[in-house]
């Protein structure tokens, strides 16, 4: 599969504060997978968001999709310290597996 | 509860003694994946099973071999480490092609 591109690679907010982070692609997709990792950790599933879905929720999770600029958006609601995560982002097309660009490195201040 | 395991947690091997690492699940899913994270890298996918049909990416160095005897467990065996193989190997498992995965906690391999 193809790799996205977050933006921004680095985040830091306020705790409480809402956080958007961005994910670019080049071709056309089948799905678009959120994916989080906590330092040190495996990766945990976020959301899945298919080519012809224009907006997901999940918690204070929102994605939404436009394939028409083949680009993503993932919302952080109400942010909290367990939050602070990198985010990757992960479009998928013909090939299995998935092909993660450098992530969004989010930091939640207390 | 169905989950993916990953053995051992930490591997410490020497340069050039071949090393094998464990994943299994119980989630009964069609589809085993390894990856490799270096540090302050993004996982990177190394090779797939589907089933029994084995998927190698086109940039896997040889080094790196996999086995998976049945449905609940893949190994990755890297016959000859080296110091850049040190990183943290992340096994996936997936239903099916283009589904979420769900990620094992990682095996980290120090090679001295």
């Known amino acids: 599969s193809q790799q996205g591109e977050e933006d921004p690679q680095a985040l830091s907010i306020q705790e409480g504060e809402n956080a958007t982070m961005n994910c670019s692609y080049k071709t056309s997709i089948n799905n678009l997978q959120w994916y989080r990792q906590n330092s040190g950790r495996g990766l945990v599933h976020l959301i899945l968001?298919?080519?012809?879905?224009r907006e997901k929720h999940s918690g204070r999770l929102r994605v939404t999709l436009d394939t028409s600029k083949k680009s993503s958006s993932l919302l952080i609601t109400a942010s909290r310290a367990a939050d602070t995560a990198s985010y990757f982002c992960?479009?998928?097309?013909?090939?299995?597996?998935?092909?993660f660009g450098k992530g969004t490195h989010l930091i939640i201040q207390p | 509860d169905a989950m993916v395991i990953q053995n051992p947690r930490y591997q410490v091997t020497q340069f050039g003694k071949p090393v094998t690492l464990s994943c299994s699940q119980t989630?009964?899913?069609?589809?085993m994946y390894w990856y490799q994270q270096k540090s302050s890298q993004a996982p990177k996918l190394l090779f797939h099973y589907y089933d029994k049909d084995f998927n190698n990416e086109a940039d896997t160095p040889d080094n790196f071999q996999s086995r998976r005897p049945n449905t609940s467990f893949c190994f990755l065996d890297i016959r000859s480490p080296g110091l850049g193989d040190a990183a943290m190997y992340l096994c996936?498992?997936?239903?099916?092609?283009?589904?979420?995965?769900?990620f094992g906690p990682g095996t980290r391999l120090t090679v001295l």
């Open positions: 968001i298919r080519s012809n879905e």
């Open positions: 992960a479009p998928i097309e013909g090939a299995d597996g998935l092909t």
């Open positions: 996936a498992t997936s239903p099916g092609s283009h589904n979420e995965q769900f």
């Open positions: 989630l009964n899913h069609n589809v």
